[in-house]
């Protein structure tokens, strides 16, 4: 039997040379993996060993564009992991993330070309370098010296051992998490367990129950299902189930996340410790935009104590209504969204299923399409017959002025090999270095969401999954949309409170009244959302603000806590959270979004850790950003649109973010817009 060439490893002749989707099997990635990494230190070998004096071109440039192929098999994995994970392919991730991170220290701690890479960056202020080439040189230095290239050789050792030893224990702590949320099923098996839910909840669940080869109606953990059971169903005693279910993700025996956790920690902490900082919080930060814990305490302590004054007025609201309908007024967390979605009626005349006719999953895209095209000048155009991944997922081609610059993929709905969330990836980044200016060098991105499909019509979006498709498409367009030289600096590759300002800052364009009296079309009469409905609309979005608060910064708080322990080795994380919890004075019935065990922002990987804080950071820069269109008068305002993708959605890391953000809005970002905007703005 003839055996065939591994489709990793060959030259992609598919359609904008995506992977070959219908070829590749979860077997296929060791063996590419195993090529590809000779190949690669092959590569460093060659810069490390180049007989002419370092320079920016043989030494920085060249480390920048070296390593092609593994980069593109290894995007390709990170994505079908995230998207399309069945057990055979989990088990392949466990095996691979010791083995990748083993990789990547292996090249970081090379310390032949790291000693040519360290002449270079000690000649830097003689060198007649660009801005960009400046900011390549300087960033890929700091890559190398926080991964351990400078440490005495024990300590490098030791570095590289528990880097191999974190991408164990994240990967596990991932899995679980996922593990939790496919196998859980709430079945609804009565008139009486669907009492209150609306149509478009019930298809739903429908939906979600043929998908598990189950009859009738079943509630998932998936946030688009488990969050609008919670809001409407009648039945408190499912609530309470299914709350309960959703908030201790990652405690079950056999996959609990708890311990997994605390081992993390530890070794984050002693990884800061080898590089010579007192905590890995400190080590984080270094390397942000916020710089130190100081400032990350500075703004979050601007909203803390007014939302739990916001918190005690809805709380307030909730019992009034609780007595008025009747029901118990010891409001539990599994009553919140009920309650406040019967106040949010009360105060607004806004009830969900009565706007999320408005809002079908294409009508939005079209909807995020439109406003891409009247602010940066690009189009998406469909294509068909092109082999993707899974049938969920939709492809376009985009261009801008007539010729294609990339390719955006979606993939909107939950599925139970599908991780949880929403997010961003790539699977080739934008960059010119070592490329051809040909579709080589053109980005192609895609965009993961979690929408509780209606497998018997049209899906339907609460604004909550509006706004959350187009923030994820803010950093669609930052991929789409970059334009810089090289890969390191390119699309997304920026701060970690900085990259979520792009897509924070597309969130606006969902609330522009033109942009939804043009695109929010009845799915039945096809009629425009009323201009009465869209005030409403608008009118309710600082409502529950102080529930929102609280939950995100909670979050936000103990995650800074948690990694600003020196000692985090005896670490509880289940009394840590308890403590902090109570010593910040979290109400008990709001809690935090994400309790520990399944936090997988901070345990899956480390660009979160010590950063759940980086939303409320962007959200300054995002709400400074929306009010230089506001003060224009106009939301697509095309000298502000062009500086817009000039400074910030094209620039990616070429140039100092501060300094990016004042190109635009001619000066730095104040807190003030962003605290107007949740309504916690002291009169």
Not at 85 to 105: F, G, I
Not at 170 to 188: C, G, I, K, P, W
Not at 281 to 294: F, I, K, Q, V
Not at 365 to 372: H, Q, V
Request: aromatic share 10%; net charge negative.
């Amino acid at each position: 039997m003839t055996r065939q060439p591994n489709p990793l490893l060959q030259d992609w002749q598919t359609r904008y040379q995506l992977p070959p989707f219908e070829q590749i099997r979860a077997e296929h990635f060791a063996p590419a993996f195993s090529v590809l990494f000779d190949r690669h230190l092959a590569e460093i070998d060659a810069l490390a060993t180049n007989t002419e004096a370092p320079t920016f071109e043989n030494t920085v440039a060249a480390f920048d564009a070296a390593g092609a192929q593994l980069d593109r098999v290894r995007l390709t994995f990170e994505n079908l992991c995230g998207s399309e994970s069945p057990p055979e392919l989990q088990a392949v991730e466990r095996e691979m993330a010791p083995l990748l991170a083993a990789h990547d220290s292996k090249v970081t701690m090379h310390a032949a070309f790291f000693a040519r890479l360290d002449a270079v960056h000690r000649q830097a202020s003689s060198l007649q370098l660009t801005e960009e080439q400046q900011r390549l040189l300087t960033r890929t230095h700091t890559d190398f010296i926080r991964t351990g290239a400078a440490l005495p050789g024990a300590a490098r050792e030791r570095f590289a051992a528990i880097a191999v030893q974190l991408a164990n224990l994240q990967t596990q702590f991932a899995q679980n998490v996922l593990a939790d949320e496919s196998a859980y099923q709430l079945r609804l098996a009565s008139d009486a367990d669907l009492a209150g839910l609306p149509a478009f909840v019930r298809a739903a669940a429908r939906g979600a129950a043929r998908e598990r080869g189950v009859d009738g109606y079943v509630i998932t953990l998936s946030r688009s299902l488990v969050q609008p059971f919670l809001t409407f169903s009648t039945r408190r005693d499912l609530r309470e189930t299914a709350w309960r279910a959703w908030t201790t993700r990652g405690e079950t025996a056999g996959r609990d996340n708890r311990p997994i956790a605390r081992e993390i920690l530890a070794l984050r902490a002693e990884q800061a410790r080898l590089l010579g900082y007192d905590s890995f919080a400190d080590y984080a930060l270094s390397d942000r935009m916020a710089g130190n814990a100081r400032a990350v305490y500075a703004l979050l302590d601007q909203v803390w104590e007014p939302a739990k004054a916001s918190v005690a007025r809805e709380r307030a609201a909730l019992v009034e209504q609780a007595a008025a309908l009747g029901e118990p007024t010891d409001i539990e967390p599994w009553d919140w969204y009920y309650l406040a979605e019967k106040v949010r009626i009360a105060r607004y005349a806004l009830d969900d299923a009565q706007v999320k006719p408005y809002f079908s999953v294409d009508a939005m895209i079209n909807a995020m399409f439109d406003c891409a095209g009247r602010l940066f000048g690009v189009q998406f155009v469909e294509q068909t017959g092109v082999a993707l991944y899974h049938p969920d997922v939709r492809i376009w081609e985009v261009r801008r002025g007539g010729e294609p610059v990339g390719v955006f993929l979606g993939d909107n709905y939950a599925r139970p090999n599908k991780q949880g969330g929403a997010w961003m990836h790539v699977y080739r980044r934008q960059m010119r270095n070592g490329r051809s200016d040909g579709i080589d060098a053109q980005p192609i991105v895609v965009n993961n969401n979690n929408f509780a499909r209606n497998s018997d019509g049209p899906t339907l979006l609460s604004f909550d999954d509006v706004r959350t498709l187009f923030h994820e498409f803010g950093h669609g367009l930052h991929g789409l949309l970059s334009d810089v030289t090289y890969g390191r600096l390119s699309g997304t590759n920026v701060p970690q409170d900085y990259v979520e300002l792009p897509s924070q800052l597309m969130e606006n364009w969902a609330t522009v009244a033109e942009v939804l009296e043009k695109h929010a079309r009845h799915v039945e009469s096809g009629e425009p959302i009323p201009a009465e409905l869209i005030e409403r609309i608008r009118a309710s979005q600082t409502f529950n603000e102080g529930f929102e608060t609280v939950s995100y910064t909670s979050s936000a708080l103990i995650d800074m806590a948690l990694h600003l322990q020196k000692d985090a080795d005896s670490i509880d994380i289940e009394r840590f959270e308890a403590q902090e919890r109570e010593r910040l004075g979290v109400p008990r019935e709001v809690g935090m979004r994400h309790r520990l065990p399944h936090f997988s922002h901070i345990f899956s990987g480390a660009h979160y850790a010590a950063g759940y804080y980086v939303y409320m950071w962007a959200e300054v820069l995002e709400a400074e950003a929306f009010d230089a269109f506001m003060e224009a008068g106009n939301a697509f305002d095309p000298a502000l649109a062009d500086r817009l993708r000039r400074h910030v959605y094209s620039a990616g890391d070429s140039r100092d973010e501060r300094a990016a953000f004042r190109a635009f809005r001619g000066r730095d970002p104040k807190a003030e817009p962003m605290l107007r905007k949740r309504g916690l703005l002291s009169e």
